[in-house]
């Protein structure tokens, strides 16, 4: 895979803040109170992770987990950073993204610009308690800011993480079958074939109001419950991460910016894919098929639709978010490198944290080797079935 060439757009350049206070907010009932102040670093963010409404949604959603810590910063009336943090149960005082929590989407801080970055980052080190942030676009300005704040009295490492896939939008990608290879092209023919064997083909695109949100995601949540995660008892339907992306979907529906898209072959909605329109890029969430219509690829056949939407609507990027997958690198090479940060402050407790890190490091090598000893891989030489 290539990385990004192009970057992720980054906040504006810095105001002349004249000082910036910062205060804690433990829930989401307490979070909800600084909406309207939240509008402006909303427009500044660049992914919709770092959203006021992503935020919420998971604290609403996951701040049983733990103890939420929202650190936030204020200029006058205007909320201009914020460091969504979550406290795992159990973790000795460890704090975790909030907004990655249990989503696994990349996460970041959210900030206005570099002056608010710079003195978010100063507030959280200042704190001197262990934190971990588990993926973070690797371009992220957050990086560099938090590996000046650090100071010599502790210590930040940066781990890699899996990167995310993005295609680069212009008109040559209204008809995105034309980008695939002459075999890949023979495929996506066939496919469409299967598809108009089993019904009718056709696709709806959606951008709901509020009050349009929860039937659409009945149908979307439906599909995906059909696949192997139904069986797993992971599906969307089925627990905690359906309850954040409806929470979530309506607030980004009241602001015009969640998607939903459909395939239907025959009367069956045979494909799903949630996404959200934010900095002019399409972001997508969720995507789940009907195995029953395995042969025909609906998946990929409703990719391909939402590709030309996106192309139509002029946005400049489709991003896939995830994880790099086979099935993607058919359709791109590029991708968005991501890190872990771990923050340990040199006090008791980041002392705890680098121990428990250290195990279970130590542990996860050790299964590791266990599972390649019973392959009949040996280390330090060769074996037989390597050969």
């Known amino acids: 895979m290539a990385t990004a060439i192009e970057s992720l757009p980054e906040s504006r350049p810095a105001a002349n803040t004249t000082s910036i206070d910062f205060f804690e907010v433990r829930s989401a009932a307490e979070l909800r109170a600084y909406e309207s102040a939240w509008h402006e670093l909303d427009r500044q963010v660049t992914s919709p992770m770092q959203t006021f409404a992503w935020i ?8 049983a987990s733990g103890r939420v810590e929202v650190l936030v910063g204020r200029a006058g009336d205007e909320i201009v950073a914020a460091a969504p943090l979550l406290i795992p149960s159990g973790w000795a005082g460890r704090a975790e993204l909030l907004n990655y929590y249990r989503v696994f989407e990349p996460a970041d801080f959210a900030y206005r610009d570099g002056e608010a970055l710079a003195a978010l980052a100063q507030a959280v080190c200042d704190r001197r308690r262990p934190f971990l942030l588990e993926r973070i676009f690797a371009a992220a300005p957050t990086v560099a800011t938090l590996e000046r704040a650090v100071g010599p009295a502790a210590w930040l490492t940066a781990r890699p993480q899996s990167a995310t896939p993005w295609i680069p939008l212009d008109e040559s990608w209204s008809a995105p079958e034309q980008k695939l290879s002459s075999r890949r092209r023979s495929d996506f023919r066939r496919s469409w074939r299967h598809a108009e064997q089993a019904g009718a083909v056709r696709t709806e695109h ?28 992971t599906a969307l339907a089925d627990g905690r991460h359906g309850d954040f992306y409806r929470r979530y979907a309506r607030s980004a529906a009241l602001a015009g910016k969640f998607r939903v898209e459909l395939l239907y072959i025959g009367e069956q909605i045979a494909a799903m894919q949630l996404a959200v329109v934010h900095q002019n890029r399409y972001w997508v969430l969720k995507v789940g098929y009907d195995p029953d219509f ?65 195990l279970r490091k130590f542990g996860e090598q050790g299964k590791r080797r266990i599972r390649l000893a019973k392959k009949g891989i040996r280390f330090g030489r060769r074996s037989k079935c390597q050969d």
């Open 56 to 63: 919420e949604a998971c604290a609403e959603t996951f701040g």
């Open 206 to 233: 959606h951008a709901p109001d509020p009050d349009e949100v929860d039937h659409l995601l009945d149908l979307a949540f439906d599909v995906e419950k059909r696949s192997w995660k139904g069986a797993a008892g």
């Open 294 to 358: 395995q042969r025909a690829s609906p998946g990929i056949l409703l990719m391909v639709e939402a590709i030309k939407r996106a192309v139509a609507d002029e946005l400049s990027t489709y991003e896939l978010l995830g994880t790099v997958e086979p099935w993607i690198q058919v359709w791109t090479e590029l991708e968005r490198p991501c890190l872990s940060l771990r923050y340990y402050p040199a006090n008791w407790r980041g002392a705890t944290a680098l121990a428990g890190d250290a």
